[in-house]
């Protein structure tokens, strides 16, 4: 049972990437999934958190407008579309799941909320 998150590089400002969470030994229907960055000095962020039927999406703030979080259950795959990077949006990214509220995905619980952290995927953004 793992995520294994991918499709991270190095970008210049103003440039695209697109994520990919894929999950093996298990399926991700039912599950909330949201991806999380940690940039090096800095606390875990919550980004943007995808509910189980794909019907409601959460955005951090600072990335609305510019990232989409999608998914695509017959790939058991969640992506993250980011568009116009800055280099501020410069970390490691990270997907989980959840079998709670994705209104939580930018909260204290998160720890407590979601699971099955994959191994992350480094996005770099230079100026």
């Known amino acids: 049972v793992q995520l294994q998150a991918s499709g991270g590089g190095l970008v210049q400002a103003g440039g695209s990437l697109r994520l990919s969470c894929a999950a093996s030994?298990?399926?991700?229907?039912?599950?909330?999934i949201g991806w999380f960055r940690q940039a090096p000095g800095k606390e875990r962020e919550g980004v943007s958190c995808?509910?189980?039927?794909?019907?409601?999406?959460h955005y951090t703030d600072s990335v609305k407008g510019r990232f989409t979080i999608s998914r695509d259950n017959a790939k058991n795959t969640v992506y993250l579309q980011m568009n116009n990077l800055r280099p501020e949006d410069t970390a490691l990214y990270y997907c989980?799941?959840?079998?709670?509220?994705?209104?939580?995905?930018?909260?204290?619980?998160?720890?407590?909320?979601?699971?099955?952290w994959g191994q992350g995927t480094q996005v770099t953004v230079s100026s």
């Open positions: 995808i509910s189980s039927s794909g019907g409601r999406t």
């Open positions: 030994g298990f399926t991700l229907d039912g599950y909330g």
């Open positions: 989980a799941t959840t079998l709670e509220a994705c209104k939580y995905y930018n909260s204290v619980y998160v720890g407590d909320l979601f699971e099955n």
